[in-house]
């Protein structure tokens, strides 16, 4: 009994971790480029909520963040994968992920006024259903150059790591 209350207990915490990693990225990426951010400050505990609900229980596969400029254009797109260990070893790490964001996020291409954002997450199997999120359809990636930035944050039983797509 106690040991499945440690990996509960270890699990909600990881999930916390790397849901924290995950959104305070993305909403520095999006002040950084000057996209108006208001929509994920009123959504932002809904988003909290669902994100930690599937990095909890292993459903989560990838959050992913696209820019949508005003014609129709649909770049950067910046994914944030989510990979699950069954060990429950690992240290919490973001401070040094952090620094390093922070100056991959310098090399960001710029977006024009007026460009907006989507959230959308993709599932390695089964999700509980979360308020506010429902199905939607990924812009395509095709055409775009990627890079992967690596491991973005770390603990017991998962990571996430980072990946950006540019025109």
């Not at 971790?17 to 959504?43: F, P, Y």
Request: aromatic share 10%; net charge negative.
């Amino acid at each position: 009994m106690t040991s499945t209350h440690t990996y509960d207990y270890t699990r909600a915490h990881t999930a916390t971790h790397l849901t924290d990693v995950i959104l305070g990225t993305i909403s520095d990426i999006l002040a950084d480029l000057g996209i108006n951010m208001d929509r994920l400050h009123r959504e932002w505990e809904q988003n909290e909520n669902a994100i930690k609900a599937w990095i909890e229980e292993g459903s989560l596969d990838t959050v992913v963040l696209e820019c949508h400029q005003p014609w129709g254009t649909v770049a950067p797109v910046i994914e944030f994968p989510v990979s699950y260990t069954t060990a429950g070893e690992g240290n919490a790490e973001f401070t040094a992920s952090r620094a390093r964001a922070a100056r991959f996020r310098a090399k960001l291409d710029r977006v024009p006024m007026g460009t907006t954002y989507r959230l959308f997450c993709t599932f390695s199997g089964p999700r509980t259903p979360q308020p506010g999120w429902g199905p939607g359809q990924r812009a395509s990636i095709d055409g775009l150059r990627g890079i992967n930035f690596g491991t973005l944050g770390s603990a017991p039983h998962a990571s996430t790591g980072m990946r950006y797509f540019h025109s």
